[in-house]
């Protein structure tokens, strides 16, 4: 028996992995690596190399190594790309989805926690999001994740699904040396690249009705973030009452412009960052209360801003 981690080979899959063998679940990982690393992945644990568009595959893994529940981090999750690739969104976070749950029903598995996020919100007309907010997505990449939650609420009606989707808000820092952030679109990637090729950082808006101008945004370490994907499958094998969704959030924005001071003063590089204009499909703010899962899911935020640069800053170096 075993849980199989799409997208396991992934900077939040592969931490999620790790947080469910220290707790002593087996675990089996499926990635097409197009932006994961199969060396995230612990030698111990099963590894397929597949696209969830293969149904074929994904049912002959059910069948072949007793999985009972799917924690599904695969996806394309850049909002500001997916606005110029929508059809390639669609197909890799609703197309995708929709056969992992086919290939979920016929195999005999019925929970999931799903990996779903903060731009499902858009940008709200609240100071603190929360479950009960509007959700009203403003790129293809949000709305592929509101899709994704339709999808196993309507699965929950027709076969009994048993899940739950977790809207993460922006996820950074490194629960291992060995595991880092790569994507060329995050934020600290993005900072930490210009820095070791000695440039100059950029701010994507510095015109945002925010105190500073900056995007504000609620940050979160990645090894937090893993151990509330753990209680999530372990309230599920439970069959406890769990809610179809949860913020996972810290309550509290940082700006960009924050972020920038952070890592100046943990790389010992200073810097003062250039302009540039604002990206299509990012909000000016979005923070979120994550009350109900510390209620239900161990959510607290056990790390500072000045850890989570930390620890993303030293895995970044070793990965050097």
Avoid at 218 to 228: G, M, P, Q, T
Wanted: glycine letters at 8%.
């Amino acid at each position: 028996m075993a849980w199989l981690v799409t997208g396991g080979a992934g900077y939040i899959g592969s931490h999620v992995v790790r947080a469910f063998l220290e707790d002593g679940i087996d675990v089996v990982v499926i990635d097409d690596l197009s932006s994961g690393h199969e060396e995230f992945v612990p030698e111990s644990v099963p590894f397929i190399r597949g696209t969830l568009l293969d149904r074929e595959l994904l049912e002959s893994v059910f069948r072949a190594h007793n999985i009972t529940g799917v924690v599904h981090v695969a996806g394309f999750k850049y909002a500001g790309v997916s606005v110029k690739r929508p059809l390639h969104t669609y197909e890799q976070n609703v197309t995708a989805t929709t056969t992992l749950l086919a290939a979920m029903e016929v195999s005999g598995v019925d929970a999931v926690v799903f990996s779903s996020s903060a731009a499902v919100y858009g940008t709200p007309d609240t100071d603190l999001v929360t479950e009960a907010t509007p959700t009203k997505p403003e790129s293809p990449y949000g709305e592929t994740k509101l899709i994704g939650e339709w999808l196993l609420r309507d699965q929950e009606i027709a076969v009994g699904l048993r899940h739950t989707s977790l809207r993460y808000f922006n996820v950074v820092g490194s629960g291992a040396p060995d595991l880092f952030d790569s994507s060329p679109h995050n934020l600290f990637p993005m900072v930490f690249d210009a820095l070791t090729a000695g440039k100059t950082p950029r701010i994507n808006g510095n015109d945002y009705p925010t105190p500073d101008g900056t995007c504000v945004r609620d940050y979160i370490h990645v090894a937090d973030l893993a151990l509330s994907h753990l209680a999530a499958a372990k309230r599920l094998d439970a069959h406890a009452p769990i809610e179809p969704v949860y913020n996972l959030g810290s309550g509290e924005g940082v700006s960009v412009s924050e972020i920038m001071t952070a890592i100046a003063q943990e790389t010992g590089i200073e810097f003062t960052p250039e302009y540039g204009p604002r990206r299509q499909g990012d909000p000016a703010r979005i923070v979120a209360s994550g009350e109900l899962a510390a209620r239900d899911l161990d959510w607290r935020m056990r790390h500072s801003l000045t850890e989570m640069v930390s620890s993303a800053w030293a895995a970044r170096q070793a990965a050097s």
